[in-house]
Nanobody
Framework: QVQLVESGGGLVQPGGSLRLSCEASGIIFSSVVMDWYRQAPGKQREFVAGISSGGKTNYADSVKGRFTISRDNAKNTVYLQTNSPIPDDTAVYYC??????????WGQGTQVTVSS
């Protein structure tokens, strides 16, 4: 049974920082592409950042230069470091594991609220 458990969300001030974590189980983590998505109220879920099994990263233009995705294969965990957040970053953040076509998994989400 595949499980993805996000943590680290909360309230953060603009210009602050927050680190999200997603721990995976039930998959061969080191060989899986891991992504972060987010969904703001009234909006569609959107891609935020991704990291390949080899460590190659890519980012949405809206977070490039501010957010950093990383992974620790020994801990089966992917991270999203959010630096200099802005109010538009407020959303529920979801972890996604892409194993193969038709086999992707989602976490339950963690709320991030950027407000002073």
């Amino acid at each position: 049974q595949v499980q993805l458990v996000e943590s680290g969300g909360g309230l953060v001030q603009p210009g602050g920082s927050l680190r999200l974590s997603c721990e995976a189980s039930g998959i061969i983590f080191s060989s899986v592409v891991m992504d972060w998505y987010r969904q703001a109220p009234g909006k569609q879920r959107e891609f935020v950042a991704g990291i390949s099994s080899g460590g190659k990263t890519n980012y949405a233009d809206s977070v490039k230069g501010r957010f950093t995705i990383s992974r620790d294969n020994a801990k089966n965990t992917v991270y999203l470091q959010t630096n200099s957040p802005i109010p538009d970053d407020t959303a529920v953040y979801y972890c996604n594991a892409w194993v193969a076509a038709g086999h992707e998994y989602w976490g339950q989400g963690t709320q991030v609220t950027v407000s002073s």
